[in-house]
């Protein structure tokens, strides 16, 4: 008796699921003719610069001002080092996403400003620019991968001293954060002084 109710068992699981099959085949061809189709009509839509710059920088916005573009994105809180530290690649990853967007070559120059949380004396927090790079259209459209920079090697695509530091982050960097961002002059020419 065990075993012939183990063999209609068997023999049933069998038919249901190749009975199955047969159903979900159907239903997942039909569905996947669907994506398909809605991947190829979106395919040739080309995302704006608000919606890029939001996708790679995080809490990313823009604000255009004539020839200008500022990109805003939070930095990490954690501490005004750690904003330097992982800012930069924050913006290498962000850039390499968006740089060559038609509608963001239009612009000659290029603010990038990591935003930050402070708090004043009387302990009111509010966001504001904690660091700006500041670039030409033309010097970020030379470069091939922005990944494959060092952090130096960014700073130095700004031009001389184009960083600005909050005076509310400054006195909080440490020195090799701040010669990093706003690298001094060189030996020779503080010599001449």
């Given at each position: 008796?065990?075993?012939?109710?183990?063999?209609?068992?068997?023999?049933?699981?069998?038919?249901?699921?190749?009975?199955?099959?047969?159903?979900?085949?159907?239903?997942?061809?039909?569905?996947?003719?669907s994506p398909?189709?809605?991947?190829?009509?979106?395919?040739?839509?080309?995302?704006?610069?608000?919606?890029?710059?939001?996708?790679?920088?995080?809490?990313?916005?823009i604000v255009?001002?004539?020839?200008?573009?500022?990109?805003?994105?939070?930095?990490?809180?954690?501490?005004?080092?750690?904003?330097?530290?992982?800012?930069?690649?924050?913006?290498?990853?962000?850039?390499?996403?968006?740089?060559?967007?038609?509608?963001?070559?239009?612009?000659?120059?290029?603010?990038?400003?990591?935003m930050g949380?402070?708090?004043?004396?009387?302990?009111?927090?509010?966001?504001?620019?904690?660091?700006?790079?500041?670039?030409?259209?033309?010097?970020?459209?030379?470069?091939?991968?922005?990944?494959?920079?060092?952090?130096?090697?960014?700073?130095?695509?700004?031009?001389?001293?184009?960083?600005?530091?909050?005076?509310?982050?400054?006195?909080?960097?440490?020195?090799?954060?701040?010669?990093?961002?706003?690298?001094?002059?060189?030996?020779?020419?503080?010599?001449?002084?």
């Amino acid at each position: 008796m065990y075993k012939k109710v183990l063999c209609l068992f068997v023999i049933s699981l069998f038919v249901l699921s190749f009975a199955g099959c047969g159903d979900s085949g159907e239903k997942n061809s039909s569905k996947t003719a669907s994506p398909t189709k809605t991947v190829q009509k979106s395919k040739p839509k080309k995302a704006d610069l608000q919606s890029l710059v939001a996708q790679n920088f995080k809490d990313g916005k823009i604000v255009k001002s004539d020839n200008e573009l500022t990109i805003q994105f939070t930095g990490n809180n954690v501490s005004p080092n750690m904003m330097v530290t992982g800012g930069i690649p924050d913006c290498m990853k962000g850039l390499n996403a968006v740089y060559k967007n038609s509608d963001f070559k239009k612009f000659s120059l290029i603010h990038i400003s990591i935003m930050g949380t402070f708090t004043d004396k009387y302990g009111k927090q509010s966001r504001d620019r904690a660091i700006t790079f500041t670039f030409d259209q033309s010097e970020l459209q030379k470069v091939e991968n922005f990944m494959a920079l060092t952090s130096e090697q960014f700073i130095a695509l700004e031009g001389q001293n184009r960083t600005w530091i909050n005076v509310a982050v400054r006195p909080e960097l440490s020195q090799d954060k701040i010669n990093l961002l706003q690298p001094p002059e060189s030996e020779d020419v503080e010599g001449e002084q």
